[in-house]
T-cell receptor, first 114, second 114 residues
């Protein structure tokens, strides 16, 4: 058990809809990362937050947004969903953003867009 | 730009045989290197990491990896494969670029034959 909790485990929704994925980092970790894993794209970095502030952006679409709350949990919002958004979405956490600690991953949310 | 290349998207070995999964990286600054394993329907789990110091790094489940700067490689090995080693393995590099960016390879799926 990595200590990172992601909910829900599975999500099935229709095109055009909006969903919210939730992540609770390991106790004491201040940094949260979001990744998208699909068969054709591999593991793609989306966005990173540290202590409530956005620190880095990767290949995140404008239809996607995220935030980290004062209690350090994070939410990834996906809107105007398309079939191609179907993927596994992982959250990972680390203690900080400046000390190269390994990332600890949750078990992911599998999103299916129909 | 930093990148990670994993040679062989699929590798098959017999039970008891040597496991060798290849990883090469490209980085203009000293990288920190990681190997992660992903079992079906689970998140990525840290196997081992190289930051500084000894170039031969031992990890969990009998795996080890050697950092070779001259070859820009960080290959993962295990002397004797076990059926439970069947999983997908990801090499990752972390480099500083205003924040630490974690870049993952495309993964190698290991199959262990009885």
């Amino acid at each position: 058990d990595s200590g990172v909790t992601q909910t829900p485990k599975h999500l099935i929704t229709a095109t055009g809809q909006r969903v919210t994925l939730r992540c609770s980092p390991r106790s004491g970790d201040l940094s949260v990362y979001w990744y998208q894993q699909s068969l054709d794209q591999g593991l793609q970095f989306l966005i990173q937050y540290y202590n409530g502030e956005e620190r880095a952006k990767g290949n995140i679409l404008e239809r996607f947004s995220a935030q980290q709350f004062p209690d350090l949990h994070s939410e990834l919002n996906l809107s105007s969903l398309e079939l191609g958004d179907s993927a596994l979405y992982f959250c990972a956490s680390s203690p900080a953003w400046g000390n190269n600690s390994p990332l600890h991953f949750g078990n992911g949310t599998r999103l299916t867009v129909t | 730009a930093q990148s990670v290349t994993q040679l062989g998207s699929h590798v098959s070995v017999s039970e008891g045989a040597l496991v060798l999964l290849r990883c090469n990286y490209s980085s203009s600054v000293p990288p920190y290197l990681f190997w992660y394993v992903q079992y079906p329907n689970q998140g990525l789990q840290l196997l081992l990491k190289y930051t500084t110091g000894a170039t031969l790094v031992k990890g969990i489940n009998g795996f080890e990896a050697e950092f070779k700067k001259s070859e820009t490689s960080f290959h993962l090995t295990k002397p004797s494969a076990h059926m439970s080693d069947a999983a997908e393995y990801f090499c990752a590099v972390s480099v500083w670029g205003g924040t630490y960016k974690y870049i993952f390879g495309t993964g190698t799926r290991l199959k262990v034959l009885a």
